[in-house]
């Protein structure tokens, strides 16, 4: 048995993708810059995509510009309403303690060109309230970045009131949408949303291809000089492949949100009530605002990195916000800033299920979890400590 929970981190292409892309990958080779007949039919799939990725947002094909994945779309977006900012002489931006670092390390590197950032506090369930951004934003604000929906704890954001709150104010508002973007509803005008982020991996289309939703009036920065392409904001010739590819799962994604929500909720409640049979564990992020099939939780005494390795031999793929594997001893910046002290925070699992997952699968990873951190525990010194009394337990 193999159950692939780690969709937040990326997903499997959906057949349609790969059967949209096929055809870019092979006789519709031409560059769609080039003026003779076989660039056109490329340029003609560009045109097509463009409006299709538009429509699935409620926004217009020119406030569309693709981009070579999720990270790329966030640098462009922050840095382009920065720039636009500073040159009306406004350089503060708001955002979260809890952003993707695509968002946190383009923030480093605007304060190191002068530009002054506050990061809101995250409430315990995960959500920043349009009261907070109110607060925060004074007449030298240029630009409030706030994710549509979390990465790790899968809580989505009052994204229209915070928008409606920007638009009062005069704040640019862009959101990163990377998590949200074919799993929930989006709507930018009706949202409020001047800027938004997504790359296709995260919806069953491919790596390595994004789109920026921009809206009209607001100028954007190159993160890529080159050519023309993309009404010369992005240089390089673009990936039509791949570009068509996000558009079908895109469209396939947003057209089927209401059986798929209507699907994988029920589950993913089945899936949290089982793991909350576990003594001295916790929930992260919200209960109901909260992406479909997100599920995060903290189990004290326990090693993220040890579960995650003992699930995998049980054939179960997911994933831990503890960051042990890429060299650092920190844990997940996102549970820290909800709150959740270290040795908790070390001893987190995330698993993000898609919607192939059957009701059989739930109980079977229920059931594994629950035999992993008794293992785990019961060889624990730090655990024997716990239940001796000799420390005191945090949850
Ligand atoms: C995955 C992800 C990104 C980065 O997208 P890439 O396409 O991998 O560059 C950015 N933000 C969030 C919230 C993500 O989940």
């Not at 193999?2 to 499997?12: E, L, S, V």
């Not at 070579?68 to 840095?79: P, T």
């Not at 599920?295 to 005494?301: L, Q, S």
């Amino acid at each position: 048995m193999r159950i692939y929970a780690d969709n937040g981190a990326t997903t499997q292409m959906s057949q349609s993708a790969i059967n949209a892309m096929i055809p870019y990958l092979g006789e519709i080779y031409g560059n769609p810059s080039s003026l003779h007949s076989v660039g056109q039919r490329a340029n003609e799939a560009l045109t097509d995509a463009r409006e299709r990725v538009a429509k699935c947002l409620g926004a217009k094909p020119s406030e569309i510009t693709f981009t070579g994945g999720g990270s790329e779309a966030d640098n462009q977006a922050i840095i382009s309403a920065a720039y636009f900012g500073a040159r009306k002489g406004k350089k503060h931006i708001i955002s979260t303690a809890f952003e993707h670092h695509a968002v946190l390390h383009t923030l480093k590197k605007l304060e190191k060109e002068g530009f002054s950032v506050t990061l809101l506090d995250v409430h315990e369930n995960g959500i920043v309230t349009p009261e907070q951004v109110a607060e925060a934003i004074t007449d030298d604000t240029a630009l409030v970045t706030i994710m549509y929906a979390n990465n790790e704890i899968g809580s989505i954001q009052p994204i229209k009131e915070i928008g409606a709150v920007c638009r009062e104010k005069g704040v640019i508002f862009h959101t990163d949408a990377v998590q949200a973007a074919g799993h929930v509803h989006i709507d930018v005008v009706d949202q409020n949303i001047d800027m938004l982020s997504l790359a296709g991996h995260k919806f069953h289309g491919p790596k390595g291809v994004g789109a920026l939703y921009c809206k009209r009036g607001i100028p954007l920065t190159n993160i890529i000089e080159g050519g023309a392409q993309e009404r010369g904001k992005r240089g390089g010739t673009e990936n039509i492949a791949a570009i068509m590819g996000m558009a079908q799962a895109l469209e396939d994604a947003c057209a089927a949100i209401d059986e798929y929500q209507a699907r994988l909720i029920p589950l993913r409640d089945k899936l949290i009530a089982g793991l909350e049979e576990i003594p001295h564990s916790i929930l992260n992020g919200d209960r109901t605002h909260r992406l479909p099939g997100n599920v995060n939780f903290c189990f004290e005494g326990i090693e993220g990195e040890s579960m995650l390795l003992l699930l995998d031999d049980k054939g179960i793929c997911a994933s831990s916000g503890s960051a042990c594997t890429s060299g650092s001893l920190d844990p997940s910046h996102v549970l820290l800033a909800i709150g959740r002290v270290h040795d908790i925070a070390h001893g987190s699992l995330r698993l993000t299920i898609g919607d192939d997952i059957t009701e059989e699968e739930i109980d079977y990873i229920i059931k594994s979890v629950k035999e992993v951190v008794e293992y785990l525990r019961n060889m624990s010194p730090f655990w024997r400590d716990l239940e001796s009394g000799k420390r005191k337990h945090i949850i």
